[in-house]
């Protein structure tokens, strides 16, 4: 339908499309799909329904990756601009592009001010319904299309006039078949509910009995059916398998579905929920147990949070109690991402007296990324309304679009937008009938369209129009000193701050004084609060102090290049520091070098220093000169840190062999060793001190070798050693030292101690290098090497370090059982040449180092133990390496205070000291008193037992949990012996003698292991006494929740236990152990299946931890070579044909028979004895293990 309107003496012709077909509601932004920015960043001019505003869309993409690559702190945004520039638009559009599933809350700020409800309370319900929860499960479920649909009835019993619905026969089909299911009588209401009929597309849940409709097949999308939702396709498979289900919900939904009471049991309750008002708030402790529910099942995989973007307008109208409420919650865990609009410049903070930029506080607005909107064009609002009139399906001729962009500029767009213009388009759709009026048609002229010649009685019929122009005039007043007092944070198109130089002086200044500003560009932290800077008060104060206290002038800008963050310390601090150096007694060059070579140094406080300081001066027992002097030789030797220091610290005196002095005298001749890598140091000592054999005293003399490379030590020492000049004995004549060896380049070196042109010692580093990986190629081949003596174990206070010596070399690998891949487990010596002796450390607590408390008896104290292995080959296991068990035991130190205790009578205590019994904790299978496994499979009945021997006393069971051996940890039972997890471990059983416990359980396992380590503390008691009457067995009783009934998904917190207030005495506490590997059930191959059960039992008859040869296979007569036998077999092969014939050469030669005939010649007898030798049978095979 096709109407014309006059408008101010223009004609506009409006088409009215009418068809059958249902659309979708369109909303004031439907036509917003996203930012529409290029793959660069930038933003197009009109792209995804936006048109124009590029700087604000291209700087809201910057905000998106940043919440993309998580490195968003603030979480925080403001748009900043005049009415109708885009700023919900720009909003809703961050949300899309961040995902469609992402929640989206709009919201104004007066809709805090509610009779009913605390303003704080309005803020947390719209965070968390921005907040959403994507939880995955996965369902056994009948899916197909149905093919029939069959109540099956059958003679009531009572009555012989009536019938009654026994089943609901219904027929499924998919792409691999047909079947027909059996179902309830009760789903035939369900299917009558859903409108389900043959041709449907259903899923049946097997637990639940749900039925859900999923659409109708597109085999039937040639009828005409108008009811369908949609077409899907025939689904695929089996009619019964396995599919995962993705629901999304936020957290304000499960906080409303659990604080509605599930009343109803009785009169009273039901009565109290029907006075009860339907506004209530929701209490702290509630969401305090949704979001323990939630992490939860974020921690087991179940969920994941989907955090979404909640959006406030017209912020201003907010108070001090909101903005600081709202500050409070962006800090936490759950909190999506926050975008406050404003049209305000500097104006008042609602019910203060403080003026502020936007209205806002000061320190919510300095964590805000404010992107700053400005007032469209009159061509920018013309394409606005084209596409809007697409998305209304109303077509418009050109003078009608230029009328009505025309209007729109000279008002506003929010005022056209939601007044003007799209009234004109849902009266022409909804009445097009009314269009074609024109009486009604001037009407519309008349009140919609009203232009600067409008009458006052107009004016006075719309007086939103009026208010709209003033509320513009007035912030269009607000405007110039928001950009002249208030400047927003600049986003740059690109990472690069050259384009900006010119606009800049700060920029320009830092680049006449030196500084690179390519490597700042790196640090977008760092560039975020340079950009703000004053030259004058802030730059030129700094510089004056940086200068004054040694800084050189020519070096100022590659120190602000290293340290832009001496800008964010305040001057007095500085000061403070200069002038604490100076109370220690530092001179002022020494101070100088210090921030020179520090950059860092005047970051870190006065605190920090003087601990650091304090720490060394301890810990190496230094003088106040020698820390002085240490300290300003290399002084980021505190700014790196003590733990590093310490580290090292150990490795020169437990792994190279230094003793405490020579640690101390390392440090004062050159400090610089303690913040070079570790493993540089380790080569050069390796090679220096066991190839070479420098001594301790030696390496000593010149500790700066052990930062030398080790290949040039290498490659110098094999030199010399070619020369014949390798004389490293102070007694003997042309004596080498190891600073002459090391000290100068290759040119020095050979004129000063070879004594031969350059050169040479070129090439001969080529052939040190040829041979050099010859021998490591040869060495990794080679595993014949076994361990020599006894590892020796050093237990320190915060490590345990364990050293091996071999035969030869150790080309192999050393770790913690089950942790090869980490690299703070586990070393490599797959470089190693010389070394023989070597030593793993390991801090306590790392590494699944496990723990055990010992009481009782004369031994109280605690036990750290862990398996190392010593694998002799980089990557397999060979039969040569070892595992073992090393353990740690400390006791504990109890402190005496002997005093004189005058009194009128001597008093005697008696004390029983009673002997601890033994206790025991075993994996059994099928029964308590089953045989004890250390292997079984997935699914197996498994019984956990603990028991002691003593009648006399009871036994508790509480804090147990399961390891991977990896590190990663499971809680099983709690401190009072209740299941934490059920399903996994359900709660113990006690015999009536309380000397004997269990539990039943089924084998599981971590998907990516076989290891399961259980750690429980079994606590004793004194029947006689009447301890163990309160203490066990425990009462783990637990009170029902309320659930979540979130469509299919129940989501239900999990129950509470009452807790018991019971004193544990650690007196009388054991930490058991036991440990199983549990095969996996899944058959993955066909042709191999799973592991036989004789397999499983043979492993379980077996005392040894290792299991070498679990099958054997008759070898028969081959005989088993290693690779060196071939090469010698081969060798020898070679050598007898060679003798063979040099022997018959010269039988043949010498005989002088006349014969010629008799004779044969040398070449038919060579390839005679050739062809013979090659028939001969090699009679060898060879096999691998």
């Known amino acids: 339908m096709r109407c014309q309107i006059a408008v101010s003496g223009i004609i506009m012709t409006v088409d009215i499309l009418t068809t059958n077909v249902r659309t979708q509601r369109v909303a004031a932004h439907s036509h917003v799909k996203g930012l529409g920015l290029e793959t660069d960043g930038r933003a197009k001019h009109i792209g995804s329904g936006f048109v124009g505003q590029v700087e604000a869309r291209t700087a809201a993409g910057v905000i998106v990756d940043l919440v993309k690559m998580k490195r968003m702190a603030g979480r925080a945004v403001l748009l900043a601009g005049p009415p109708g520039t885009g700023k919900t638009a720009i909003a809703l559009a961050i949300a899309r592009e961040l995902g469609s599933k992402v929640p989206f809350a709009p919201m104004v700020a007066s809709e805090v001010y509610s009779m009913e409800v605390k303003k704080t309370e309005v803020l947390m319900e719209n965070i968390r319904r921005c907040i959403g929860l994507r939880v995955r499960e996965v369902k056994d479920i009948y899916e197909g299309e149905v093919t029939e649909i069959t109540p099956v009835e059958s003679d009531h019993a009572m009555s012989s006039y009536e019938t009654r619905l026994t089943n609901l026969t219904v027929g499924l089909r998919t792409t691999k078949g047909c079947t027909q299911l059996k179902l309830d009588p009760t789903l035939y209401d369900v299917f009558l509910q859903q409108r389900i009929e043959v041709g449907d597309v259903i899923y049946i849940e097997t637990n639940s009995g749900a039925v859900k409709r999923v659409g109708r097949c597109d085999v039937y999308a040639t009828e005409t059916d108008l009811e369908a939702e949609e077409f899907v396709p025939l689904p695929k498979g089996e009619i019964r398998k396995q599919k995962e289900f993705v629901q999304d919900v936020t957290l304000h939904d499960l906080d409303t579905a659990n604080a509605k009471p599930s009343g109803g049991q009785d009169v009273l309750t039901l009565m109290a929920q029907l006075i009860k008002p339907k506004k209530t708030e929701i209490t702290e402790n509630l969401r305090k147990e949704v979001n323990a529910s939630v992490n939860r099942y974020i921690e087991q995989g179940i969920a994941e949070l989907v955090p979404g973007v909640l959006f406030i307008d017209e912020a201003h109208m907010l108070d001090m109690e909101c903005f600081t409420y709202l500050h409070r919650v962006i800090e936490s865990s759950f909190s999506p991402i926050v975008i406050l609009a404003t049209n305000r410049g500097f104006s008042k903070i ?245 921030i020179n070579k520090a950059r860092y140094w005047l970051n870190f406080d006065i605190q920090t220093i003087d601990s650091r300081l304090g720490w060394l001066q301890i810990n190496f027992k230094l003088t ?246 010593v694998s002799f080959h980089g990557t397999f296991e060979t039969m040569n390496d070892k595992a073992f068990r090393s353990v740690c035991f400390f006791r504990n130190i109890k402190r005496v205070t002997n005093f004189l205790d005058v009194s009128m009578l001597p008093t005697t205590e008696l004390m029983d000291t009673g002997k601890m019994p033994d206790c025991s904790y075993t994996i059994r299978k099928d029964s308590p008193t089953g045989p004890v496994i250390r292997y079984a499979e997935v699914g197996d009945r498994l019984f956990h037992v603990w028991e002691c021997e003593d009648d006399g006393q009871g036994l508790l069971v509480h804090s147990c949990w399961v390891s991977d051996g990896r590190g990663s940890r499971f809680e099983l039972l709690d401190i009072d012996g209740c299941a934490i997890d059920p399903v996994i471990q359900p709660d113990i059983r006690y015999e009536k003698s309380l000397t004997r416990a269990y539990v039943e359980t089924w084998a599981y396992k971590y998907s990516d292991t076989s290891v399961l380590d259980y750690q429980c503390i079994v606590e004793l008691c004194k029947k006689s006494q009447g301890e163990c009457d309160t203490m066990t067995p425990p009462r783990c009783v637990r009170s029902k929740r309320a659930s979540a009934n979130v469509g299919n998904k129940q989501l239900r917190l999990h129950a509470n236990r009452q807790r018991r207030h019971v004193v544990h005495n650690s007196d009388r506490q054991f930490d058991l152990l036991a440990d199983v590997r549990v095969m996996d059930s899944l058959v993955v191959d066909q042709e191999f299946g799973n592991v036989p059960k004789s397999i499983i039992d043979k492993l379980n008859r077996v005392k040894s931890d290792v299991v070498r040869n679990a099958t054997a296979s008759d070898l028969g007569d081959r005989l088993c070579l290693s690779a060196p036998a071939v090469g010698f077999l081969l060798t020898l092969i070679v050598a007898l044909f060679i003798a063979a014939s040099t022997t018959s050469l010269l039988l043949f030669t010498r005989r002088g028979d006349a014969d010629l005939k008799n004779r044969i010649s040398l070449n038919n007898k060579k390839r005679t004895l050739f062809r013979f030798i090659l028939s001969l049978p090699l009679k060898c095979k060879f096999s691998l293990f």
């Open 350 to 594: 609602r019910g203060t007296e403080i003026v502020s930029a936007h209205g806002i506080p000061q320190d919510l607005l300095e964590r805000l990324l404010i992107v700053k909107t400005l007032p469209y064009g009159l061509q920018e609002i013309l394409e606005i309304v084209k596409i809007r009139a697409k998305a209304e399906n109303v077509n418009i001729t050109g003078e009608a679009l230029q009328s009505l962009a025309e209007i729109g500029y000279r008002a506003s767009l929010r005022m056209w937008q939601q007044s003007f213009a799209f009234r004109l388009f849902n009266c022409a759709i909804i009445r097009p009938r009314c269009c074609c009026s024109s009486r009604q048609l001037r009407e519309i002229e008349n009140r919609l369209f009203m232009v600067n010649s409008v009458e006052s009685a107009c004016e006075s019929d719309f007086p939103t129009e009026k208010i709209a122009k003033e509320d513009f005039e007035t912030n269009r007043q607000f405007l110039p000193a928001y950009n002249s007092k208030y400047k927003p944070r600049r986003y740059f198109r690109s990472y690069t701050l050259a384009p900006f130089v010119n606009d800049s002086e700060l920029l320009r200044n830092f680049v006449e004084i030196g500084v690179d500003l390519s490597k700042l560009e790196s640090r977008s932290n760092a560039v975020d609060f340079l950009v703000k800077l004053d030259w004058k008060n802030d730059v030129q104060p700094m510089l004056r102090f940086l200068v004054l206290n040694g800084i050189p002038l020519e070096e100022i800008g590659q120190y602000l290049t290293r340290n832009p963050w001496i800008f964010q310390q305040n001057l007095q601090h500085l000061s403070d520091r200069i002038g604490y150096l100076k109370s220690k007694a530092f001179t002022v060059d020494a101070i100088a070098h210090i």
């Open 624 to 869: 106040g000169d020698e820390v002085r002097d240490v300290v300003t030789k290399e002084p980021k030797l505190i700014t790196f840190g003590t733990g590093y220091v310490q580290r090292l610290q150990f490795t020169f005196r437990q792994e190279m062999g230094f003793t405490k002095i020579q640690t101390k005298q390392l440090l004062i001749k050159d400090p610089k060793l303690y913040i070079t890598y570790r493993s540089v140091l380790m080569k050069s000592f390796d090679y220096l001190h066991n190839a070479v054999g420098f001594s301790h005293e030696t390496i000593l003399s010149w500790p700066r070798c052990l930062r030398e490379s080790s290949y040039k030590a290498r490659a110098r020492h094999q030199f010399l050693k070619r020369l014949k000049r390798d004389q490293f004995d102070p007694q003997r004549p042309n004596y080498v030292t190891i600073e002459a060896m090391l000290s100068g380049d290759d040119g020095e070196f050979c004129a000063r101690v070879a004594k031969c042109p350059e050169a040479v010692l070129s090439t001969a580093s080529l052939i040190l290098l040829i041979s050099l990986s010859v021998t490591l190629t040869l060495a990794g081949s080679d595993v014949n090497n076994y361990l020599v003596g006894a590892p020796v174990v050093d237990c320190q206070d915060t490590s345990i370090s364990i050293t091996f010596s071999t035969a030869k070399p150790f080309t192999g690998r050393v770790y913690v059982k089950g942790l090869q891949e980490d690299d703070r487990c586990s070393r490599s010596y797959a470089g190693n040449s010389e070394q023989r002796k070597f030593t793993i450390m390991v801090n306590q607590g790392d590494c699944s180092m496990q723990r055990q408390r010992v009481s009782g008896g004369s031994l109280e104290g605690m036990m750290f133990s862990m398996v190392i292995v």
